[in-house]
């Protein structure tokens, strides 16, 4: 990533080559290029990575994870059970159990496959059982419940009268999993946890919680807004990416001793897959472990988002309120989107990612900017007068003080048929020709 991350940390400053645009003279740097300049694309400063503590670029991660590799070699060897599983996978599961509070811990390559797995297992083990999922769940999630064969029922999103309404209709005694998040990540809304478990409870549920975008970031440990909460030894089962917060890579369920020796036992894509490498896992144990004892960086985050949304605020650019570290800045049109953002990075040195459909509803097309510790006051000046000149120059009128504040749940969520996103990946092919 980029030396502005670096530069934080100290000592290890590193020159990485550049991801955007596939320009290979980019360098993704804390350097300032001019407001309202052109920009000649050698700085570019991201503000859509969720690497949110900039944990990628940790030394003590850094470290670890050179050791492991000088020590281990470049890859784990094998699946799980024949040759890949080395100290570091063990370490690590250790240690994302402790965080947890739970009994145990299974590490994957990544969450999406965790989610899959730990579904699909549930559904073969559990016959029967109906999985009770929020409306906005994430692909990995809906992959997991379509692809387990097992009955699913959906309720609206963070709505517990309508949770309560579905899980009435439900026999008392019929198997069910709720099923959901804490952080939404693209309108940055939290799930209601205790509320969920009351109902659970009530109910006589299981709970499954994809923590994906709060590990590393909430809790006095990092554990999630569930450990912020006080909730966590109330879910069944907790999972987790280490490519995000935790700035390396990989995915993880925790939950009892049972129900991840059911997973390690029946999920042939934690089964038959190759490990990932121990370097890997020491990254991430590193990371995990240094973050539960770091709550000044979760502190400075939270800071840091707090001032984004206020100077956004202030400017009059559309925001969603969001009770999270994530900041929507609404667009509203997939091809305007896109041309903002090009013109983000290109005239102003500002990486921001156009999310367009399929990943959100036609018409609420948006930047997700990631707000992090490492971002410097003068980033996030940078940053507020780019979007105000770009306001200007695409004749969008920015919102005065007295227009209402949106917050997620306010806001008018179409949703998409499929016709329409067609039609707004055609008008986006049809602007921007390859
Ligand atoms: C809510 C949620 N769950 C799961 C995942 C998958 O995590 P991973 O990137 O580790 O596969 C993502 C990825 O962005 C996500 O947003």
Known sequence: MCRQQASTFGAAAHNLEPQVSGESTTSLDASTPVVGGPC??????????????????????????????????????????????????????????????????????????????????????????????????HASLIEGICGSGAAKKIFKHNDMQDL??????????????????????????????????????????MTFIDEVHAVGL??????????????????????????????????????SKRIIDCVRSFAPNFIFSTSPPPSVCAGAATSVGFLKSHNELREAHQAKTAHL???????????????????????????????MADRLLNHYGIYVQPINYPTVPVGTE??????????TEEMM?????????????FNIPLQTSKQPVVTPQQQRIPLSTHEEGIRCVQ???????L
């Not at 099923?179 to 659970?200: N, Q, R």
């Not at 948006?366 to 971002?375: A, C, E, I, K, L």
């Not at 008008?427 to 020709?433: D, G, L, R, V």
Request: hydrophobic share 40%; net charge neutral; proline share 5%.
């Open 40 to 137: 000649n694309r050698e700085h570019v400063t991201i503000w859509c990575s969720n690497d949110y503590l900039g944990m990628g670029q940790h030394p003590v991660v850094l470290e670890a994870t050179i050791k492991a590799i000088t020590e281990t070699g470049a890859g784990s060897g094998g699946t799980r059970n024949i040759g890949g599983t080395n100290k570091y996978h063990t370490l690590l599961e250790a240690e994302l159990a402790d965080l947890h509070h739970k009994e145990a811990a299974l590490v994957f390559s990544n969450c999406f496959s965790a989610n899959v797995a730990l579904l699909t297992t549930i559904a073969k083990l559990v016959p029967g059982i109906v999985f009770i999922s929020d409306a906005k769940n």
């Open 164 to 205: 309560e309404r579905v899980l009435a209709e439900i026999p008392q005694n019929t198997p069910k999993m709720i099923v959901f998040e804490s952080v939404y990540s693209m309108d940055g809304t939290i799930g209601p946890i205790k509320h969920v478990c009351d109902l659970a409870e009530q109910y006589n549920a």
């Open 218 to 255: 909430y809790g006095s440990r990092g554990a999630g807004v569930a450990e912020r909460d006080g909730q966590m030894h109330r879910l069944d089962v907790i999972s987790g990416t280490l490519g995000k917060a935790y700035g390396v890579f990989g995915g993880y369920i925790a939950a």
């Open 309 to 339: 949304k206020m100077l956004l605020r202030d400017a009059g650019i559309p925001m969603l309120e969001t009770p999270s570290h994530i900041v929507p800045v609404m667009i509203g049109d997939a091809v305007k989107c896109k041309h």
């Open 366 to 375: 948006r930047f997700r900017f990631t707000p992090s510790p490492v971002h």
């Open 381 to 393: 000046l940078r940053l507020r007068d780019s979007l105000v000149s770009l306001w200007h120059e």
């Open 427 to 433: 008008a986006m092919a049809t602007a921007n020709p």
